[in-house]
Structure formats: C-alpha cells, structure tokens
Antibody, heavy 120, light 111 residues
Framework: EVQLVQSGAEVKKPGESLKISCKGS????????IGWVRQMPGKGLEWMGI????????RYSPSFQGQVSISADKSISTAYLQWSSLKASDTAMYYC?????????????WGQGTLVTVSS | QSALTQPASVSGSPGQSITISCTGT?????????VSWYQQHPGKAPKLMIY???NRPSGVSNRFSGSKSGNTASLTISGLQAEDEADYYC???????????FGGGTKLTVL
C-alpha cells in the first residue's frame, strides 16, 4: 500500500528555521516525483515545488523560489521542505504528494499534511 | 489570484447532478489534456478524483466525471450524496514556469 507519512505539527517563532518531512513507503521512492503544496488557513491549494528523489532534480514555483528549499534522502525514502527564516505568513498546512509517474501530470497519493504555525 | 477560475460555491439536492467549471487559458487547460480534480473534506488531505481530463482512478465512484471544451474543464457529479459535500479543486499542467496551477476551489453544498 502506497503511503506518504508527514512529520507532526510545528509551532515556531518568526526568524526560526524548520525542516518538515514526508516519508514514502509501499513503492519505489526513487522512481516518483514528490511535490509540496501549501494551503493557507481558509484558502486554496498552491503548488510550491517538486523533487525527483532518484537524482534530486528539483523544480520550484516562481512564487516559492528562494523562499523554501526542497530536498530528499533516498536512503530513508524521505523528502523534506525547509525554511531558513520563517515568517508569520508561512503559517499554513503543507502537503506532500506523489506525482503519478515521471511524465504524468497529476498527484495520486497525498500525505496527511503538516500544520506549521509561526507566531511570536 | 488563482490561475484557474472556479466558482466559489455550488449546491444541489441529494440525487441531483451538479457541474463545477474550471476556466484557464490556451497555455494550460486549453493546451493540454492534463486537467485533474481533487476533493478535499474539511481537515483532510486532497484526494484525486479525475485525471487527464476524464479518467477516474480505481475506487472513485462513476458518479464523478470530467470533460473539457476549449479553455474550460468541468467536473460533473451525478446522483449527489451527502458525502460529496466538500471542496473541489481543479489543476492543470501549464507551459509557464509554474508547471502546474490550481483553481481557487469550489465549495459544494449538498442541501
């Protein structure tokens, strides 16, 4: 059974760093892109970026380029989303999702989400 | 501002059919058959309902169907059930640097 399990909720202060994770299981982790999606409180879905764990090829949405960093450790089948200096506006639910295939354009499995709260 | 335009809300009674539209441009919806739809219940992760315009993943009810005409894609839900009440998001591949874009989401209320 394919599963994406994300790390737990985080409460941080502005300016702090953070790294959240997404662990894949039930499939060959290195053969599928993993994307990250932001959902701000009461708002819609926004695509942030995507990584191919097989070779760490990473693409970012222009809105998030330079604001976050996406990485993966294929030895433990885990993808990461990282901030070096959080802002209050980073408060949101973050989902990881598996791209259905290398050249496919939809996301077939989603993690349960990680709630990030940034507040002084 | 979302790249794809969806109605903020739609409603219908049990047993009825509803359609949610998703309007883009020739750079996204109109240019590719890569429209997908996701259902999101409150507090839950999105769930894939339709991919590549009109294909249903295994396990998704055949009451859900998708189509596209020009720059507008549509999700139709027939035989509405209370459990269909949720937010629905369309998504399309785009030739712009963002790769994929979501619609703003539509809240479906089952009366």
């Amino acid at each position: 059974e394919v599963q994406l399990v994300q790390s737990g909720a985080e409460v941080k202060k502005p300016g702090e760093s953070l790294k959240i994770s997404c662990k894949g299981s039930g499939y060959t982790f290195t053969s599928y892109w993993i994307g990250w999606v932001r959902q701000m409180p009461g708002k819609g879905l926004e695509w942030m970026g995507i990584i191919y764990p097989g070779d760490s090829d990473t693409r970012y949405s222009p809105s998030f380029q330079g604001q976050v960093s996406i990485s993966a450790d294929k030895s433990i089948s885990t993808a990461y989303l990282q901030w070096s200096s959080l802002k209050a506006s980073d408060t949101a639910m973050y989902y990881c999702a598996r791209r259905a295939g290398y050249n496919y354009h939809y996301f077939d499995y989603w993690g349960q989400g990680t709630l990030v709260t940034v507040s002084s | 501002q979302s790249a794809l335009t969806q109605p903020a809300s739609v409603s219908g009674s049990p047993g009825q059919s509803i359609t949610i539209s998703c309007t883009g441009t020739s750079s996204d919806v109109g240019g590719y058959n890569y429209v997908s739809w996701y259902q999101q219940h409150p507090g839950k992760a999105p769930k894939l309902m339709i991919y590549d315009v009109s294909n249903r993943p295994s396990g998704v009810s055949n009451r859900f169907s998708g189509s596209k005409s020009g720059n507008t894609a549509s999700l139709t839900i027939s035989g509405l059930q209370a459990e269909d009440e949720a937010d629905y998001y369309c998504n399309s591949y785009t030739s712009s640097s963002t790769f994929w874009v979501f619609g703003g989401g539509t809240k479906l209320t089952v009366l």
